[in-house]
Nanobody
Framework: QVQLVESGGGLVQAGGSLRLSCAAS????????MGWYRQAPGKQRELVAA???????NYGDSVKGRFSISRDNAKSTVYLEMNRLKPEDTAVYYC?????????????WGQGTQVTVSS
């Protein structure tokens, strides 16, 4: 059993910053990719940022230059630093991890954390 627990969402004014955290726990052998996705009302879930175990990163076009993803492998935790937030960043943010557990590879998702950016 593996759990992803997110924290750090909330309400912020446009131009402000927030930091999201996601910690993985449970029966984990190794964590491959970790990342963040978001889903706004009426829209499809989209990639925000992702990082490999080795530290390579990938960002959605709309957040490049404003958001930064990092991870602490020793703590099985991934972070998302969000700067210069815009109202269009408002969404539920979901943590994702690709984890080897019980000799098999699985995709896990967090419960989601709401980020609201007011104009």
């Amino acid at each position: 059993q593996v759990q992803l627990v997110e924290s750090g969402g909330g309400l912020v004014q446009a131009g402000g910053s927030l930091r999201l955290s996601c910690a993985a726990s449970g029966s984990i052998f190794i964590i491959n990719a970790m990342g963040w996705y978001r889903q706004a009302p009426g829209k499809q879930r989209e990639l925000v940022a992702a990082t490999t175990r080795g530290g390579s990163t990938n960002y959605g076009d709309s957040v490049k230059g404003r958001f930064s993803i990092s991870r602490d492998n020793a703590k099985s935790t991934v972070y998302l630093e969000m700067n210069r937030l815009k109202p269009e960043d408002t969404a539920v943010y979901y943590c994702h991890a690709n984890i080897v557990s019980s000799s098999a590879l699985y995709d896990y998702w967090g419960q989601g954390t709401q980020v609201t950016v007011s104009s």
